[in-house]
């Protein structure tokens, strides 16, 4: 443990309000707010909050859309010393109300239009103290403006931290169980910063711009930092509800120059008629993370946008650092060696990567295993959770679920998680490979193929596929026909359905577990057991 005492990680929005306190922090509709402004409301949020007794690692639970108050929430709370408990707010009541009371938040700050989960928060939780309404309180809450009013002219002040103390709880996605809380701390999460900013958006300055199209309580909160640290100002868009030609009109009207998201976003993004009608050539690095973009996709998106993707890839328990493969390791032309199709990657500065067996052992290039890493970004452990802690951390390494292999010149190669890999007819089957090959037929805009018990085969293909709209029409004899020759047979899938939406995570990430469970739900898929 590292008892010497770190930088809060607050002092960087304090940095940049002195450098630029009369420049553009934060842009919301017709509305925007000066770093100056930004640092004051927070200051005067600090004061307010140890007035009420919150102090050094006590934990806020923040469940609100993105807005200012989101926006500077987190400040607030690592200035304290506390710890930042945001939730994804399309969560329901009960899966917020784990969260508080797992995390043993003692404030929740929440957004009057979810009353509901404040009610879930304050029946689950035996630790709440305080419910602090962005909006109109209801009795017995404290209204957040009237706080941050009455300290309007709050001094600076942050707790003193060391670089093992906690500042976010990174919920995972819970994908498998109950979400488990990742500590990330000061000390942490100034190596990521300063990792992100060399990796992902180097040169930042004042003048650039970012935009915000996902909730800030992950990835785009984390992307977030980086742009405060530069003094570049951040949009969040107007709405909840994605609207890729208002998405369009910002990039042109505010010259945004990155921006962090999913490649199902950038997929909607530049298939949408308005990425013709905006001018977005100020942009210089849009970010895909959180699943490989499979090539059919990356190529239209270059195609569209120019040399400006740059992928990494990481879970919140690394912070995003394991991999990055920035603008000049992509292309569109399959034939160019700077394409890396289908790599993510280089490993991060300061960070090491192996592909590890079952036994712990260290295998060769080219040989597909578990993909681990280990170095500075990676988290202090799950909150309250030390068995899982001591089964991501076995061997000194921290065990991403993930299987892939590295080349000789060390870049990684996904080829799923663990969890999606099947196992059919004795042979291991890697779903990522056979959709990368149907994904290129025109007539399919979105496919997941999953593993689902079969008495014979142990477990077979199924694959789901949401069949694009200007596209030909496509059936089950043609997909088939068309992995002829692309694809090993034994690797096919058995079985196709075609939906016409993809079920997608509020990161806009297609799981598969809830595909599974829609299968069966809907009657399309009988289970062996269930076998009439």
């Known amino acids: 443990m590292n008892l ?6 607050g ?3 304090t940095h940049t309000a002195q450098l630029y306190p009369n420049h553009r922090a934060l842009i919301q509709g017709d509305t925007s707010w000066t770093w100056a402004q930004l640092n004051q409301r927070v200051n005067a949020m600090v004061t307010s909050l140890r007035k009420l007794g919150i102090k050094k690692g006590d934990r806020i639970l923040l469940q609100s859309r993105n807005s200012l108050q989101t926006f500077e929430n987190c400040w607030t709370a690592f200035k304290l010393g506390c710890v930042w408990v945001p939730t994804n707010f399309r969560l329901t009541p009960p899966e917020v109300a784990y969260l508080g009371a797992s995390s043993g938040a003692v404030a929740m700050i929440v957004e009057d239009v979810f009353h509901a989960h404040t009610d879930a928060v304050r029946a689950a939780s035996d630790t709440l103290q305080h419910v602090i309404v962005i909006g109109t309180p209801r009795a017995g809450e404290l209204s957040y403006e009237t706080l941050i009013s009455q300290h309007a002219l709050a001094p600076e002040w942050s707790e003193t931290v060391t670089y093992d103390d906690p500042l976010w709880f990174f919920y995972t996605s819970g994908t498998t169980g109950k979400p488990k809380a990742g500590i990330l701390t000061h000390g942490q999460m100034a190596f990521v910063v300063n990792n992100h900013l060399a990796d992902l958006i180097p040169g930042t300055n004042e003048r650039d711009c970012s935009i915000a199209v ?23 868009m107007p709405s909840e509800k994605f609207d890729p030609a208002m998405f369009w009109e910002c990039v042109e009207r505010y010259k945004v120059t990155n921006l962090f998201t999913v ?12 990425v013709d009608q905006y001018d977005h050539s100020s942009l210089r690095y849009v970010i895909y993370a959180g699943a490989p973009m499979y090539r059919a996709d990356q190529k239209r998106a270059l195609e569209k946008l120019g040399k400006v993707l740059v992928q990494y890839f990481g879970l919140g328990e690394v912070t995003g650092n394991i991999t990055v493969l920035p603008p000049e390791m992509h292309s569109a032309d399959d034939a160019d060696p700077n394409a890396n199709i289908g790599s993510c990657g280089r490993p991060r500065v300061g960070m090491e990567v192996a592909i590890l067996s079952d036994k712990m052992q260290e295998l060769a290039r080219g040989e597909i295993g578990e993909i681990c890493v280990r170095g500075p970004a990676v988290f202090a452990g799950y ?15 921290f065990h991403t679920g993930d299987l892939g292999r590295m080349d000789e010149r060390g870049l990684l190669y996904i080829t799923g998680r663990e969890s999606d890999m099947y196992i059919s007819g004795g042979s291991n089957v890697y ?4 959709e990368e090959v149907l994904l290129t037929h025109p007539g399919v805009a979105e496919i997941a193929i999953v593993g689902m018990p079969d008495p014979k085969w142990g477990e077979i293909g199924v694959a789901v596929i949401v069949r694009r709209a200007d596209g030909p029409a496509v059936s089950e004899v043609e997909l088939l026909g068309y992995l002829e020759d692309r694809c090993a047979k034994y690797r096919w899938p058995r079985q196709f359905f075609f939906w016409d939406v993809m079920p997608k995570s509020g990161y806009g ?18 289970l062996p057991e269930q076998a009439s």
């Open 383 to 397: 909150y309250g959770n030390e068995e899982a802690t001591q089964k991501a951390l076995r061997g000194g390494w």
């Open 214 to 236: 996902a909730p800030l309580s992950h990835g785009a909160g984390i992307h977030a930092l980086l742009n405060v640290a530069r003094g570049a100002a951040t949009i969040l």
């Open 509 to 526: 990430k297609i799981v598969k577990k809830d595909i599974k469970s829609l299968l069966v739900e809907r009657g399309e898929f009988t």
């Open 4 to 9: 010497a005492q770190s930088m809060n990680l």
């Open 11 to 13: 002092r960087l929005l």
């Open 263 to 274: 490649p199902t976003i950038i997929k909607m993004l530049v298939e949408h008629p308005a």
């Open 431 to 434: 779903p990522k490979e056979v």
